[in-house]
């Protein structure tokens, strides 16, 4: 489904990417850690193709397609999805008109019929209750004063209502409370299948308690240094990473 | 014959027919304050930024008394705004007052021409208030409408009635065959406890040059309550100059919003002279421009009684080469303790040709007040911008959308539904998206 290749990367002429090699298939759930700054949200925007980062070496395919030279719309179109570790507050526009356009959008982008109001109510109720979210929250302008939680929760909402085939889900479990953490858990393993593939980026074990993933992978100054299972996850949460920070840098000395 | 030259023939020749009366003296003071300071330029202080100069370089047909025009009721149908039909509508043609074309519906409403006003049992309020936005107006071009005053009507809100249709005002010009000078006038009086909602808008009819220098002076009483919308969104190539002037001579409620959405130049004075205690007053505008229209808004907040509000928020879209003014001054008088004064000028660019010019100036002469200030001048979120792509909506509709909300604030203090479904439709328009 997505397979990235020697991925460099730079953003006002700073190197943050320096060769990423990762593959995902359907049906998998990849999840990446790493300290802060190493550069999970670094590959989530340039996946999901925000341009102030510069791809400087290596390539993406999604899907069979080049996904570097995408729009980020035709990219949402073909099924990736970012939830953001900072959702946007757009004052202004509601959070149903935002999602609104948005399937629409993408319905229009596979050729379909944009949803009547009837429809896209019905879609957005059955969401609702499965990610436990209030018709206040979505009627006020998109994440504007809305607490962390409720952000994070719109996000996997969004993520509920748009189905896409790629979700990249940065940080969705930071500053949850205990209950948040199993309501966005169980939207994604709802929204599992064997047709679909989940890149969580997270600190914490806990979320992948729920979400139990195929590989983890820790990122680390720009490079994925180790990949593993689950149990890796296990040991980083016990040892903290600098017993792999450690170890990268007696490699690179060797 | 310039313009100026025929100005003045038109004035001689209309004076030589008054029979005198009270508003002959106020005229011919204004017009030889019109002849001493002539057209703003940009050297006067407040007409920095907006030249209208050259628009006195070609020959308008100027009749005051007689406005020559065959519009129609039919042609109105076109112009008119949603709701009218349960407003009050006061049609103004080429600067005169049209009775036949207007409706009241309000027994509370009373319509009179100035002159006559200024003979009957208003003779004290038109004899008190008339002209008095002379004195925050200072410039030939507002001395020009009121050398012509007699001309203009009276607007009479009697005592204690909620009027619940709202006035309408239009200000018609009709250019189809020849250029248009009109000078509408108006003196609006609001009694104690009366509740009204005013609405302006203007509309060209036709390609000559258009050119509307429109004075509106608004009394407010004791405990009344007005809300006000102006509403511009004429032609490209017409001109005007607009002045509203409200005088709040007791503790009383203005709710003003100025939507100005097109034009070549457009000059808005908005000004508030709280000459009363616990006055209250929140004034609102948005301007969407592209093209090359200018449009320039300068308000003034005279505070002079203690214990006054007053809340200005200003936002601008400014795109293609347009270009934007906004001038914001509050007084704070000496004696206007516990002054509470805010204003905010906020503007996006969507061009590199767009700009604007915005001027805070507050004059605080009391100590204990609150007083604040702010002006931003900046892009469209990109940010915001990402995050909507990143979702599927492509950026022409992502673009639309982060405008349309940029508006959204000013948008919802248009309290009757059906101005502000219209508005929010001209804007929707011009971004070319609907609004789900
Ligand atoms: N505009 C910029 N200019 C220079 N450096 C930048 C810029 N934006 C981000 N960086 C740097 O890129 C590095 C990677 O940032 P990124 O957000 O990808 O880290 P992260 O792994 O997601 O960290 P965290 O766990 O804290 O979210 C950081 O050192 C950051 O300071
Ligand atoms: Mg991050």
Known sequence: MLTIRNLHASIEGEKILKGINLEIKPGEVHAIMGPNGSGKSTLASVLAGRSDYKVTEGSVTYLGKNLLELSPEKRAGEGLFLAFQYPVEIAGLTTTNFIKTAVNEIRKYHGKEPLDAVQFLRLMKEKMALMNIDQSLLSRSLNEGFSGGEKKRNEIFQMAMLEPKLAILDETDSGLDIDAIRIVANGVNKFRNKDNAVLLITHYQRLLDYVIPDFVHVLYNGRIVRSGTKELALELEERGYDFIKNEVNEEQEA | ?436
């Open chain 2, 1 to 436: 014959m310039n313009t100026i030259e025929n100005i003045t023939e038109r004035f001689q020749q209309l004076q030589s027919t008054n029979p005198g009366g009270l508003l002959k003296q106020l005229e011919q003071d204004a017009f030889n304050d019109f002849s001493k300071m002539g057209i703003p330029t940009a050297k006067h202080e407040e007409w920095k930024y907006t030249r209208i100069g050259s628009l006195f370089n070609q020959e308008y047909l100027f009749t005051p008394d007689r406005p020559k025009s065959s519009f129609s009721g039919k042609e109105l149908d076109a112009v008119r705004l949603p709701g009218y039909e349960q407003a009050n509508e006061l049609v103004f043609v080429n600067g005169m007052y049209s009775s036949s074309l207007s409706t009241i519906r309000s027994a509370e409403l009373v319509v009179l021409s100035l002159e006559h006003a200024s003979e009957n049992e208003y003779r004290d309020i038109v004899l008190t208030h008339l002209g008095n936005s002379s004195k925050y107006v200072k410039d030939g071009i507002h001395a020009l409408n009121t050398a012509f005053v007699h001309g203009g009507i009276f607007v009479h809100v009697k005592n204690s009635k909620v009027t619940e249709h709202p006035v309408y005002i239009y200000y018609i010009t009709d250019a189809r065959s020849v250029n248009i000078l009109s000078q509408p006038r108006n003196l609006v009086h609001i009694s104690e406890h009366a509740q009204v909602q005013l609405v302006e808008t203007y509309a060209t009819i036709g390609a000559a040059e258009s050119f509307t220098n429109q004075v509106m002076e608004i009394i407010v009483e004791k405990n009344a309550s007005v809300e006000y919308y102006k509403i511009q969104n004429d032609a490209d190539h017409t001109n005007q100059v607009s002045t509203t002037h409200f005088r709040q001579v007791g503790k009383s409620y203005i709710h003003a919003v100025t939507i100005s959405l097109n034009g070549r130049i457009v000059r808005n004075n908005l000004n508030i002279a709280m000459e009363a205690e616990r006055c209250e007053a929140h004034l609102y505008g948005l301007y969407f421009l592209n093209g090359y229209s200018h449009i320039d808004n300068h308000t003034v907040v005279d505070n002079i009684k203690p214990n006054c509000l007053s809340n200005e928020l200003y936002k601008g879209i400014i795109d293609d080469s347009a270009t934007a003014v906004f001038n914001g001054k509050i007084f704070v008088q000496p004696n206007a303790q516990k002054t509470n004064a805010y204003q905010s000028n906020k503007n996006i660019l969507l061009s590199d040709m767009a700009s604007v010019n915005t001027k805070p100036q507050l004059e605080i002469f009391a100590d204990d007040v609150k007083c604040s200030h702010g002006c931003t001048v900046g892009r469209l979120d990109e940010e915001g911008l990402f995050y909507l792509r990143s979702r599927g909506i492509n950026e022409k509709i992502a673009r639309s959308l982060l405008v349309h909300a940029f508006a959204v604030d000013i948008l919802e203090h248009i309290k009757p539904e059906v101005l502000r479904n219209y508005v929010d439709q001209l804007i929707s328009e011009r971004l070319e998206f609907d609004i789900a």
